[in-house]
């Protein structure tokens, strides 16, 4: 895709941290704020939030003017999704391969970024795949990722997500259903993960669609 992932991580920053204080998924938030602070490059801000999240602390402990000020200190680059998505992976020793079938959706995008993060996170082996396929089904948008990633146990999601590893896919879930749509989750230790979302394409009325 061609959208700038660099300038669309400093807006989910931004939109994580004025959200944190009003959402009973505050913790959620905070995971995928730390996701998108490491995608900018802030390491040791990244270290910081992770420090916090393991701490069992109030929301109101959290210093998240002082993160906001930091952020915005951030001179933003142009970056395409390649460019960044294979830094990420890079400092994790793999290379993260992109397959997109399909309209490319600008809605998509975080919850691709999340997606990738969690492939590159969890993937076996220095060589990983990500898979997306999108199709028109009637009225909505029926999108279909795949990894080859390490997967997971189902009797295993519950523990996952109050530890902070599955806070990723919580966020997808939560987006998807916030447009009124659907999503599907397949998955089984060492084969890993195939994700299908279904939304209604009026989600993407008020948004540009990426060639």
Same mark, same amino acid.
């Given at each position: 895709m061609g959208q700038n992932l660099t300038k669309l991580c400093y807006q989910e920053c931004l939109r994580h941290l004025k959200e944190i204080p009003t959402s009973v998924h505050w +913790?959620? &938030?905070l995971h995928t704020l730390k996701a998108n602070v490491h995608a900018l490059g802030l390491v040791?801000?990244?270290r910081e939030i992770d420090a916090w999240e393991n701490k069992k602390v109030s929301l109101k402990e959290l210093p998240l003017e002082k993160w906001l000020k930091e952020i915005k200190k951030l001179d933003i680059e142009d970056k395409s999704w390649s460019e960044t998505l294979a830094a990420i992976a890079l400092e994790a020793n793999k290379t993260l391969h992109f397959?997109?079938? !399909?309209? +490319?959706l600008e809605e998509l %995008?975080? $919850? $691709? $970024?999340? &997606?990738?993060?969690?492939t590159i996170a969890h993937g076996q082996g220095a060589e990983l795949n990500l898979w997306i396929q999108v199709r028109e089904r009637g009225s909505s948008w029926h999108v279909q990722v795949r990894d080859d990633g390490g997967g997971f146990h189902h009797s295993t999601r519950g523990k996952d997500?109050? %530890?902070g590893q !599955?806070? !990723?896919l919580e966020y997808v879930r939560q987006t998807i259903k916030s447009w009124g749509g659907s999503c599907g989750i397949l998955s089984n230790p060492g084969q890993g993960l195939v994700i299908t979302l279904q939304y209604p394409m009026?989600? %993407?009325t008020l948004l +540009? +669609?990426?060639a």
């Open positions: +913790k959620i &938030l040791h801000l990244a397959h997109w079938h !399909g309209p +490319k %995008s975080s $919850i $691709i $970024i999340h &997606l990738a993060r969690n997500l109050l %530890s !599955g806070a !990723g009026t989600q %993407s +540009k +669609k990426v």
